[in-house]
């Protein structure tokens, strides 16, 4: 049984925790569970994106997950790399950006530019069928089809506003 932490809108600790699969039935108004997800961006400009594995509602998702109870959005980060690509992201590299209440969850989103050769990547088989580089372009073409959750475009959108900000 994986327990999560509950938010607030606000990102704070409830203090209350759940079981992942059952936050449905147990959350109240303005309670949330936390994700942690990451859009790696190589030297071309195209992002790491994962095709799932598993039987649910979207096919193509970047690398990240639930944060398990006592843990950081970063500790989760780096450890959602490592489980489903078999890879050490650079921690020091690591880039947040902000969380944003969507869809009932609150999302911690990070950046990371950073080439990764996906050759070395051992994919965890239960979780990623595949991972490719993808351009913006063909991330919105899988928002479109329904391929991927709305609610990337709007995470994928603070990522572009990120980098022109910063002129990456």
């Not at 950073?114 to 919105?140: A, C, F, G, P, R």
Request: charged share 30%.
């Amino acid at each position: 049984m994986e327990l999560l932490d509950v938010y607030d809108q606000k990102g704070n600790l409830t203090g209350k925790t759940v079981e992942r699969g059952k936050q449905n039935q147990f959350l109240n108004n303005n309670e949330y569970v936390a994700i942690a997800q990451i859009y790696i961006e190589n030297e071309k400009g195209e992002f790491l994106i994962e095709e799932s594995a598993k039987n649910i509602d979207e096919k193509f998702v970047p690398v990240g997950g639930h944060l398990s109870h006592g843990e950081t959005a970063v500790e989760t980060i780096l450890r959602e790399a490592k489980e489903e690509l078999g890879y050490d992201i650079p921690k020091e590299r690591l880039v947040y950006l902000e969380f944003i209440v969507s869809n009932g969850r609150v999302r911690n989103l990070f950046y990371l530019k950073y080439d990764i050769n996906l050759q070395e990547l051992v994919l965890q088989k239960n979780e990623v069928k595949s991972v490719s580089y993808m351009s913006v372009s063909t991330i919105k073409d899988l928002i479109n089809k329904g391929l991927v959750r709305p609610s990337q475009k709007l995470l994928l959108e603070r990522v572009l506003k990120y980098k022109k900000e910063n002129n990456i």
